[in-house]
């Protein structure tokens, strides 16, 4: 490579790491809502600006919520893997905790969503 090449490469990945900065830690949106949901329906929408703690029980399945200094995280829950719980907590429009065996959902949003809405896809 000429030294030329080299300086075009660096500078391209300049641009590029610049812009993954930008759009991940300055213009991440951090979302207003955290949806509840469990086997597939939604049984809470709670603001992530106010601190708040739940435990969320179903058919012997229990999962705690944590929503503290804007941010949400499953604390507790008694599922074989506890992938939930040691997942990070989440603040960013579109962040999902997942708990699979109980089919419990954490989602962070923008909006208070209704199930009046309509689905796009509908």
């Known amino acids: 490579?000429?030294?030329?090449?080299?300086?075009?490469?660096?500078?391209?990945?300049a641009v590029a790491g610049v812009l993954c900065f930008y759009l991940y830690f300055v213009n991440g949106d951090s979302g207003?809502?955290?949806?509840?949901?469990?086997?597939?329906?939604?049984?809470?929408?709670?603001?992530?600006?106010?601190?708040?703690?739940?435990?969320?029980d179903f058919d012997g399945?229990?999962?705690t919520l944590v929503i503290k200094d804007g941010k949400a995280k499953v604390t507790k829950a008694n599922c074989p893997d506890g992938v939930?719980?040691?997942?990070?907590?989440?603040?960013?429009?579109?962040?999902?905790i997942?708990?699979?065996?109980?089919?419990?959902?954490?989602?962070?949003?923008?909006e208070k969503s209704s199930d009046d809405e309509i689905d796009a896809v509908a």
């Open 1 to 13: 490579m000429k030294k030329a090449d080299l300086i075009i490469v660096a500078v391209v990945l």
């Open 32 to 56: 207003k809502f955290v949806q509840v949901e469990v086997d597939g329906k939604v049984v809470d929408t709670l603001k992530l600006d106010e601190d708040f703690e739940k435990q969320y």
């Open 61 to 63: 399945d229990t999962n």
């Open 84 to 96: 939930c719980v040691n997942h990070k907590s989440v603040n960013r429009s579109g962040e999902s």
């Open 98 to 110: 997942i708990c699979l065996p109980h089919k419990f959902v954490v989602t962070v949003t923008d």
